[in-house]
């Protein structure tokens, strides 16, 4: 049972490049998360989506952008990447009101 | 805005002991609190999760309260082993169901 599948695990990106985070669960949850964790600071949300077909922002979206591909899977996008968006992003997924499953992270840097 | 906060940042400990951790946020309109675990270079395990409406839940020798009106969680455990050596956070859920917010953890080491 794989639960949350997050790709790829280590990124180093230039700054202006773009990339796609992707995350992929198998566990049937109808709602999906992005975080992002920086040293000393906790997880801070990006984006969520509720259900399939549904994304919103969360506490920090501004330089990202996300899709909802279909229920497993919820990619997140850098379209210029900057070194402020150097961190370990989390992807985790849930039924509404429930705990929320982890992946093991992608950790990306920005140069 | 909801902030939560935890403290001691980290805490070292003897073989077992028993242990708290504090968790307190601003804004009590939450729909649940959940208590996690982070194990270095892994993601995040859910360990207890308390809904608004209770006041305590409990998991083997993991026991985590809510007090919602003040504000404030705690996740006892007991006798400490060196496997409980990680990160524990804890994050609040809004009433929408969706927005979680998380605290920065307590780094814990509990020494053989």
């Known amino acids: 049972n794989a639960g949350v599948t997050q790709t790829p695990k280590f990124q180093v990106l230039k700054t202006g490049q773009s990339m796609t985070l992707q995350c992929a669960q198998d566990?049937?949850?109808?709602?999906m998360y992005w975080y992002r964790q920086d040293p000393g600071m906790g997880l801070r949300l990006i984006y969520y989506?509720?259900?399939?077909?549904?994304?919103d922002k969360g506490e920090v979206p501004n330089g990202y952008n996300v899709s909802r591909l279909n229920k497993r899977e919820f990619s997140l996008r850098l379209e210029s990447a900057a070194p402020s968006q150097t961190s370990v992003y989390f992807c985790?997924?849930?039924?509404?009101?429930?705990?929320?499953?982890f992946g093991d992270g992608t950790r990306l840097s920005i140069l | 805005k909801q902030e939560v906060t935890q403290i001691p940042a980290a805490l070292s400990v003897p073989e077992g002991e028993n242990l708290v951790l504090n968790c307190s946020f601003t804004?009590?309109?939450?729909?649940?609190l959940q208590w996690f675990r982070q194990d270095p270079g892994k993601g995040l395990t859910s360990l207890l999760l308390i809904q608004s409406s209770q006041r305590e839940q409990t998991s083997g020798r993991l026991n985590a309260s809510l007090d919602k009106s003040s504000g404030r969680s705690t996740l006892y455990i007991a006798a400490s082993q060196p496997g409980d050596s990680a990160t524990y956070l804890c994050a609040v859920v809004d009433t929408g169901g969706f927005k979680t917010i998380f605290g920065a953890g307590t780094r814990l080491f509990v020494k053989a």
């Open positions: 985790a997924s849930s039924e509404r009101y429930q705990p929320q499953h």
């Open positions: 989506s509720a259900s399939e077909g549904t994304t």
């Open positions: 804004d009590s309109a939450i729909y649940n």
């Open positions: 566990m049937n949850h109808n709602s």
